[in-house]
C-alpha cells in the first residue's frame, strides 16, 4: 500500500467534488484490496483532511443515525426513526464513511488555482521563445 497514491486519490476526489465516501471507494479507485490498511490511514487524517461519520444500521438494513466518534455509539436499545423497530446498535452494523475538511477543500482548490497559473506561464514562456 502505498500512502502517497492515496493521498493522490484522494485530492483527486476532493477536485471532483466528491462527497461522502467509504473507505471502499477509496480501494476501488486504487485498484487495492488492502481495506484494513486503508480504512486505518484514512483514521489518521482525520482532523487534517478528513471528517468520519459512523453510520448505524438498524436489522432491516436503515441508516438509523451517524456519528463522528464510535463512542457516542451506546449499546443501548432504541427505535429505528425509519422503520421503528427496536434494536440495540452493533458494531457490525455500522459502516464508516468520510468527507473532506472545508480546511482541506480550500487547499486543494487553492492548490490547483495555483497550478493553473503556473502552467499558463510556461504556455506564456515557450510562445515568447518560440
Ligand atoms: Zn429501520
Given amino acids: 500500500m502505498n500512502t502517497f497514491e492515496i493521498d493522490d486519490v484522494l485530492e483527486e476526489m476532493a477536485l471532483e467534488g466528491r462527497r461522502h465516501f467509504a473507505p471502499h471507494y477509496v480501494c476501488q479507485r ?3 484490496s488492502e481495506i484494513k490498511g486503508v480504512t486505518n490511514y484514512l483514521l489518521s487524517l482525520v482532523g ?28 443501548e436499545t432504541r427505535i429505528c426513526h425509519i422503520c421503528g423497530e427496536e434494536y440495540e446498535p452493533d458494531p457490525e452494523r455500522t ?14 482548490k487553492k492548490k490547483k488555482a495555483l497550478r493553473g497559473k503556473r502552467n499558463s506561464v510556461a504556455a506564456l514562456n515557450s510562445f515568447v521563445l518560440s
Fill in 30 to 32: 486504487l485498484g487495492i
Fill in 95 to 108: 459502516w464508516l464513511a468520510f468527507d473532506f475538511t472545508e480546511r482541506y477543500l480550500l487547499h486543494v
Fill in 48 to 75: 487534517s483532511k478528513l471528517i468520519p461519520s459512523f453510520e448505524v444500521e438498524c436489522p432491516n438494513g436503515d441508516i438509523d443515525f451517524a456519528v463522528n466518534d464510535p463512542r457516542l455509539i451506546s449499546k
